[in-house]
């Protein structure tokens, strides 16, 4: 019960995640972009704390979630007097979602910062600097994001 509770919690706050990513690059990005710079800036700043507030959970989350069950499936597998190995798939899954945490960590507490900085000093092409350089990582952080999928997905082992 506690492993499928766990699960949940893992996939859920990647859904939220990964969807949010798509949801912002592929859709409101490009209807905001004939916005002024203002009012587009403004409103991409507000849109994307709130969305950073719920990722920064999520991701917390998922770290979380996910070393605890590879801890209790090593754990079952030592008791049961076996050696753990850790699947190929797991390990891959494990250092991208790492690198995806680390990104997001980057993009949230410097990159946002910027952005913030340059709408509260109306600093408009700072702003759009800071929008193009979260635009970027994010777009690294859902192509990899995307991977980690393939790879679950595809039951990638050894």
Do not use: C
């Not at 950073?52 to 801890?71: D, E, H, K, R, Y």
């Amino acid at each position: 019960m506690i492993y499928a509770t766990l699960k949940t919690i893992h996939v859920f706050s990647i859904v939220l995640w990964i969807g949010g990513m798509a949801f912002a690059h592929f859709f409101l990005r490009p209807a905001v972009a004939q916005l002024e710079a203002s009012v587009r800036l403004r409103l991409m700043h507000d849109v994307l704390g709130r969305f950073f507030q719920a990722v920064l959970v999520a991701s917390l989350l998922t770290l979380i979630s996910g070393v605890w069950m590879l801890g209790r499936v090593a754990k079952q597998v030592v008791q049961s007097g076996g050696s753990f190995e850790m699947p190929l798939a797991w390990t891959v899954m494990a250092v991208l979602g790492i690198v995806m945490v680390a990104i997001f960590m980057h993009i949230r507490f410097v990159l946002f910062k910027r952005l913030g900085q340059a709408v509260a000093a109306s600093e408009w092409s700072a702003g759009a600097a800071a929008m193009a350089q979260i635009r970027r990582w994010v777009s690294t952080n859902l192509g990899t994001g995307f991977l980690v999928l393939l790879v679950s997905l595809m039951r990638w082992t050894s």
